[in-house]
């Protein structure tokens, strides 16, 4: 906990704008809540770019063209509360970017997500990764809170574009653990200087989607049951599925 | 960083005997190198069963029947140190589970490495999702590098036991991908209160390794390769990738 604890980012009602008398420095007045949002912005964006142990609050405040104390008039937890509000405002950008295409197959909506998907990684590329990878100093029950919150939509949101209502522990853990292998190929796909084209990182992911959601289906009615109205959706085009089913055959 | 940093646990050439001059308590006398694996292997217990938030130093030392002093002579660091040393100690543990029998089709070793995988995770249950779960108080870049030594030594000997030499990025990522699942499929597992019988977890785990090859076969000769010869290798009991290729079928 820090000493002097700070209301939750998100709901703060700022305080009356506390721009510092101007003295030398030309620094610009902002509204309080555009104040606030500017510096969320510019954490973002300093957080995106580099590990979270090489941004300071200085280099926050320089680049908002701010003072230190004025950034913590604001963010009175210091780095620490900034980050969490930085990370909020990335996980709400993330999950709008989950929104499913309205038209086309089963697995070219599918790609459509993944894209936006691969698109956040790559402009949030070292906050991504040291998040997600663990060990970084300023993760805390909080920060994986948030992350398992936006784990949390993105399984929802799949099941229910799947179409179902209530899904059973099987189907649930298909979904889950396909989200995961999601995360771990960004994560490697990042580690290896994104050297993999992402086109073929997300036909990848489609095709592990079909497979995954088979190899549950032998476990699980339920899973059987979407499995075969996903294929049935991909029409004359569901060469993916007979090419799987090909790879399968014992030689 | 800690105050005085201590030597790297495995290392350490432990002290002269620190015993406390028996006092009016009752506390046993042991050799050095004894003491300190005791030391660890009560800390590894008690982190087992208590997030690592609720074990203190004065816990271990009760449970050690050792006063906090010689606990701290051992391990200047602290409980940051002593679990870095638990931690050390399980993963240790845990990568001598890897080992493949040496008989059965490729399906039933992938069976046996898997039931010692999750009886470790129940020994350590406690321990084992407070640090794959992330935010854990004593997480640390040192922990996540241990927890990632693990799996580069699952993925080396899942590679190895394929028979491959050199992997190229699309089978590396399928085996880490794979492993990932394991991971989460497991916490899901603990989550659930362990509702799920461990042998259907399994069992899923080994077909979702089959059709999570499948679909990388796809897009990778090599991994195409492996596949075909896993599958000959299963001989006449290979009825598993037949039932994938059922479910897989155009309604």
Same mark, same amino acid.
Do not use: C, N
């Given at each position: 906990?820090?000493?002097?604890?700070?209301?939750?980012?998100?709901?703060?009602?700022?305080?009356?704008?506390?721009?510092?008398?101007?003295?030398?420095?030309?620094?610009?007045?902002?509204?309080?809540?555009?104040?606030?949002?500017?510096?969320?912005?510019?954490?973002?964006?300093?957080?995106?770019?580099?590990?979270?142990?090489?941004?300071?609050?200085?280099?926050?405040?320089?680049?908002?063209?701010?003072?230190?104390?004025?950034?913590?008039?604001?963010?009175?937890?210091?780095?620490?509360?900034?980050?969490?509000? &930085? $990370? #909020?405002?990335?996980?709400?950008? @993330?999950?709008? /970017?989950? %929104?499913? *295409?309205?038209?086309?197959?089963?697995?070219?909506?599918?790609?459509?997500?993944?894209?936006?998907?691969?698109?956040?990684?790559?402009?949030?590329?070292?906050?991504?990764?040291?998040?997600?990878?663990?060990?970084?100093?300023?993760?805390?029950?909080?920060?994986?809170?948030?992350?398992?919150?936006?784990?949390?939509? &993105? $399984? #929802?949101?799949?099941?229910?574009? @799947?179409?179902? /209502?209530? %899904?059973? *522990?099987?189907?649930?853990?298909?979904?889950?653990?396909?989200?995961?292998?999601?995360?771990?190929?960004?994560?490697?796909?990042?580690?290896?200087?994104?050297?993999?084209?992402?086109?073929?990182?997300?036909?990848?992911?489609?095709?592990?989607?079909?497979?995954?959601?088979?190899?549950?289906?032998?476990?699980?009615?339920?899973?059987?049951?979407?499995?075969?109205?996903?294929?049935?959706?991909?029409?004359?085009?569901?060469?993916?599925?007979?090419?799987?089913?090909?790879?399968?055959?014992?030689?």
């Amino acid at each position: 906990m820090e000493a002097s604890p700070a209301p939750a980012a998100g709901q703060a009602p700022a305080p009356a704008e506390p721009e510092p008398r101007p003295r030398r420095t030309g620094y610009r007045r902002l509204p309080v809540q555009q104040r606030r949002e500017q510096l969320i912005a510019v954490a973002l964006e300093l957080f995106a770019s580099r590990p979270p142990e090489e941004v300071g609050l200085d280099d926050v405040a320089e680049a908002a063209g701010a003072s230190r104390p004025l950034v913590y008039r604001y963010f009175a937890g210091g780095k620490q509360q900034l980050y969490e509000a &930085a $990370l #909020r405002s990335a996980a709400q950008e @993330l999950t709008s /970017r989950f %929104a499913v *295409p309205v038209s086309g197959t089963p697995s070219e909506q599918l790609s459509a997500v993944l894209d936006g998907y691969f698109a956040f990684v790559v402009e949030h590329e070292a906050g991504y990764s040291a998040l997600l990878r663990g060990g970084s100093v300023v993760e805390t029950a909080r920060t994986s809170a948030i992350v398992d919150d936006v784990r949390r939509v &993105a $399984l #929802r949101r799949t099941l229910r574009h @799947l179409g179902v /209502r209530e %899904a059973g *522990p099987r189907l649930t853990l298909l979904v889950r653990s396909w989200i995961a292998v999601v995360e771990g190929a960004s994560l490697s796909w990042l580690d290896e200087g994104r050297a993999l084209p992402v086109t073929e990182l997300r036909d990848w992911l489609v095709d592990q989607f079909t497979a995954m959601a088979a190899a549950t289906a032998l476990h699980d009615p339920q899973t059987a049951e979407v499995l075969a109205g996903v294929l049935a959706l991909e029409g004359p085009r569901a060469r993916r599925a007979e090419r799987l089913r090909a790879v399968l055959a014992r030689p």
